[in-house]
């Protein structure tokens, strides 16, 4: 977990990848999947553990211990991904 407190309106977040196998055919895309790791009052309806779709140069990118993670506003979440039925 990033040990941070975030403004409101802003969410963190890692990881990268589809759950549902998702993705751009152009291959110089910036838009990026990855997991709400921490979120501050939602007013979007997202929550810790969701999957988003975003574009990274939206994001503020950060790196603690040795993993990545990007500080987004929430208004810049272009989707929630569904989680795939099993």
């Known amino acids: 977990m ?10 963190s977040i890692y990881g990268s990848g589809s759950l549902n196998s998702i993705f751009s055919p152009n291959k110089n895309t910036e838009i990026f999947f990855g997991i709400i790791e921490q979120t501050s009052n939602s007013p979007l309806g997202v929550n810790t553990g969701d ?7 939206d994001a503020i990118e950060l790196i603690y211990g040795d993993n990545i993670f990007y500080i987004l506003p929430q208004t ?3 989707l929630i991904e569904i989680p795939p039925v099993s």
């Open 2 to 11: 990033l040990p941070v407190y975030l403004n409101p309106g802003y969410v």
């Open 51 to 57: 999957s988003v779709m975003y574009n990274v140069n």
């Open 76 to 78: 810049k979440i272009l």
